[in-house]
């Protein structure tokens, strides 16, 4: 509903706060304006935008390469070591992540790993398989290493029979660019945030 109707979801979301349905303190994903919509009853802690992209074919992706290889738990101190370079990078990763099989990075010479690119969840029976926790290390970016642990992870997905989704802030436009130029296309933008109840007589968000 929040992609193919979203005017309908956030008539619904007004309602539903209208009415004190909501929780005291959540973190919602919905179609953008949702922070507008409950600005009368809730108020925003953080809120982010994003664009869902969508890959199902890989006749624009780049052959698989040979230098990306699986990552698993016994790889958890390199992996952690490359998200701690980029502060960006690893915000939803957890170790458990690592038990379906489906992380793929780069490692340099003295092997630690270069760039990762991983997923959040991959169920081909439903048509679900979503990138994340992709992160190159700053001192090997522009070598074209996103693009290969990306497409290659991307290629191997689809061969398990899932659409391969992931989701990127708008205003990352680098991100945007690569993705759009592998063959993921840009499904829909929606807004995520963390919402707290508006306090009687306070306009505090607490911490």
Not at 16 to 42: D, K, M, Q
Not at 56 to 78: E, K, T, Y
Request: charged fraction near 20%; include cysteine; hydrophobic fraction near 40%.
């Amino acid at each position: 509903m929040t992609a193919t109707a979203p005017d309908a979801t956030l008539r619904l979301l007004g309602d539903l706060a209208t009415h004190g349905a909501l929780g005291s303190r959540f973190v919602i994903t919905g179609p953008r304006g949702l922070t507008e919509t409950l600005a009368s009853s809730h108020q925003p802690r953080w809120t982010r935008d994003y664009v869902k992209l969508a890959c199902r074919v890989a006749d624009r992706l780049p052959a698989v390469d040979p230098r990306v290889q699986p990552v698993g738990a016994a790889d958890l101190d390199r992996l952690l070591r490359l998200f701690a370079a980029d502060p960006a990078a690893g915000d939803f990763f957890h170790p458990g992540l690592l038990d379906d099989g489906w992380y793929r990075a780069i490692a340099g010479p003295d092997g630690e790993l270069l760039s990762v690119a991983g997923t959040h969840v991959v169920d081909p029976h439903t048509g679900t398989a979503a990138i994340g926790n992709v992160a190159t290390h700053p001192s090997a970016r522009r070598r074209g290493l996103a693009r290969a642990t990306v497409s290659t992870l991307t290629r191997q997905l689809l061969r398990s029979g899932a659409p391969v989704g992931l989701n990127v802030t708008v205003d990352n436009d680098g991100a945007r660019a690569l993705y759009t130029s592998m063959g993921f296309d840009e499904v829909h933008a929606y807004e995520e945030a963390e919402l707290v109840a508006r306090s009687a007589g306070s306009d505090r968000v607490p911490r």
